[in-house]
């Protein structure tokens, strides 16, 4: 039996932390596509397969060529997901591929989650790819919310931070609270996910995402309870090897006191703060300078940080690397002068 005692307030979030860091990646978000054949039931992102029409490369460029100077450096690729036995399938693998070299083009450093992949196609995305992720969300096989998502089966969402690992991929996976789970189900993901993680050593950043209700899913379940999360956070880094960050998403977590008290109980990255999230359209992220002054209030100091943690650096294709270098150079730079 999980121990959930220790939720029933919020810690003071810092203020006895020696200017503790909390990490955050300046991002910005293209998405190939919204179809996905998948139907989660919580899902405020999809459309049905066909009715959306994909990003253009002309699109993309005009969009990043507005970021320049900015401050961005991660391009996220966040896609639908097009059935792996549709002659569509092919083409927007293409399609994630010219999306990333036109980010590493630009300058920027490109994070790729599309789905599970087949290792052929993981194998052409690493080259252009700083890291990769694939939220697991749970090992649970059976939650309703999933029924009608075949992608979501754990095996095979297993089978690709495996893959990752055997390719050399940083990586990024997590899990999502409130749809339905138990206690004992987050203790047997996380297991799962440091079991892996003890095998390959590849596993940057596992993600807590809790639930929040969006305007247009059809699952009728309350949003995680905020006063929940930071026992989640504890349990995670209880079982997860220590150099795995936990992450939070600042704006699922709307009460201030329990984003404090989520970093107290051992989170320390915020993940992309990006201009939308597409994931949970309706809920925004508080303007950086917000975020900072609250984080700084209590002792903790906010800074940016690459889609890319330095420990994989060797692993990255050469022409990754090269982005990556400039960008570790600038953020050098940058805490020199402040």
Known sequence: MLDLSRVDRPVDGGSNQANAVVTYSPAFTLVPTYECFNR?????????????????LATAQARLENLWGQGVREILILSGEVHPASGRRSPLIQLIYDLCQLALDYGFIPHTNAGPLSRTEMELLRDVNGSMGLMLEQMRPDLPVHRRAPSKDPQVRLQQLVLAGELKIPFTTGLLLGIGETPQDWQDTLEAIAKIQHQYGHIQEVILQPHRPGQTQDYLGEAFLPEQLPAVIQLARDILPPEITIQIPPNLVADPQWLLGCLQAGARDLGGIVPKDEVNPDYSHLHLDQLQLLLADQGWQLQPRLA????????????????VERHRRALTETEALS
């Open 308 to 323: 890319v943690y330095p420990a994989y650096d060797g692993w990255l294709a050469s022409q990754v690397k090269q982005v």
């Open 40 to 56: 989660c039931s919580y899902c405020n992102f999809r459309v049905d397969p066909g009715q959306d029409r994909w990003l253009t």
